[in-house]
């Protein structure tokens, strides 16, 4: 018969049993949402070789992921605007929890967790007016949701939390759009900015685009000590070759990367992902649109740029970058140009996220 202090002494090591980490899924560096060739959604763990970890399915397309920092689970979010965000156990797929929004909001594609793990942040937008929004969950009681606070701006897309793990920097993209059709409503008149809030919500920083307010702030890299990267997509006058790069440090002025015309021409107007090299000493962005990934110095001199079709997803790599393709290629692009590393029967979407950071 089992007596009490067996019983404690079960509980107590139960309790105290590590929750699975990222290696007993075979140590993915990267989350990445495709369509495979059956038509249906998937999230895939990639390793740093272009091989996949696992992959979990989801029931619409995906736009990106989030993973915990320590637990092999993943949050994987509908592209905008999206009614749902799937928690899955990345050892077998299942579905742990799946979060809606309140009634009156849409998930805007993007989320980040808290250092420790502890919180989800998600960005949210109002459906009548597309005011922004970030919401909080608690990871350890079921990802309840647990608050929320203003993303100071409209049409926010992507968070993280800075290294100092006491702010976060807000892309709000200042498109307000109907989400039934994603008409965009509000073009002459849009101002995205970009923000930094305390934990708390509580506005730090904002800063607009006064020269380009047409420019949506949409996706946001982070380099160690503190600086932000952000790409942009022109709602303008078609045939305008704007910047579609600014770096910022908090507390200065934005610094704008200008690529040269023909090369700023060749993004039509639209940059997919950024993301710091592996070193952190250039940053990059894509066009699908343009099939481009253009490099910067980390002062913001164009280096130069890698022709690759309807290239999106770009995340550091040791090499430098890693990037895939909407026809299933994965590449590493570096100082010299691109290496093919595998392509994948399958499609792959917009983003890749590091894991780990």
């Known amino acids: 018969m089992t007596t009490r202090r067996a019983f404690l002494a ?8 590590p929750a699975v980490g990222w290696a007993a899924v075979g140590d993915p560096a990267y989350l990445a949402a495709a369509k495979g060739p059956d038509g249906g959604y998937f999230l895939a763990g ?14 619409a397309r995906g736009h990106a992921g989030a993973a915990h920092p320590s637990r092999a689970e993943a949050v994987g979010f509908a592209r905008r605007p999206g009614t749902y965000a799937l ?21 805007n594609g993007h989320g980040t967790f808290s250092p420790d793990g502890k919180l989800l942040y998600t960005v949210e937008q109002r459906v009548d007016d597309s005011e922004g929004f970030i919401g909080l969950w608690d990871t350890e009681a079921n990802y309840a949701r647990i608050g929320e606070f203003a993303s100071h701006g409209v049409g926010p897309h992507d968070i993280r939390v800075m290294p100092d793990h006491e702010t976060l920097v807000i892309a709000n993209g200042g498109i307000q759009t109907d989400v039934h059709d994603r008409s965009k409503l509000n073009i002459d008149v849009m101002r995205p900015n ?55 440090r908090m507390g200065e002025e934005l610094v704008i990367c200008q690529a040269p015309l023909g090369d700023e021409l060749a993004m039509d107007g639209y940059a997919g992902s950024v993301s710091f ?51 299933g290629g994965l590449l590493v692009v570096g100082p010299k140009g691109a290496t093919p590393l595998r392509r994948a029967d399958a499609s792959w979407d917009n983003h890749m996220v590091p894991i780990g950071v």
């Open 46 to 59: 990639l390793r740093a070789d272009g091989s996949e970890a696992f992959r979990v399915p989801l029931p």
């Open 194 to 248: 970009l923000v930094y809030t305390a934990l708390d919500g509580s506005l730090l920083e904002s800063h607009d685009l006064p020269d380009f307010h047409q420019n949506s702030i949409r996706h946001l890299a982070l380099r160690d000590d503190g600086l932000v990267g952000f790409a942009m997509q022109w709602e303008g006058e078609q045939g305008m070759a704007p910047p579609l790069l600014a770096l910022h």
């Open 277 to 327: 090299s592996g070193d952190g000493r250039e940053i990059a962005i894509t066009s699908p649109r343009g099939g481009r990934v253009h490099r910067f110095s980390e002062g913001g001199a164009f280096l130069g740029s890698v022709s690759r079709a309807d290239v999106c997803g770009l995340a550091r790599h040791p090499e430098g970058y890693m990037a895939s393709d909407g026809l």
């Open 10 to 17: 079960s509980l107590l090591a139960a309790s105290a049993t």
């Open 87 to 107: 928690v899955v156990d990345c050892r077998d797929g299942a579905l742990l929890h799946q979060l809606t929004p309140p009634a009156d909001r849409v998930f």
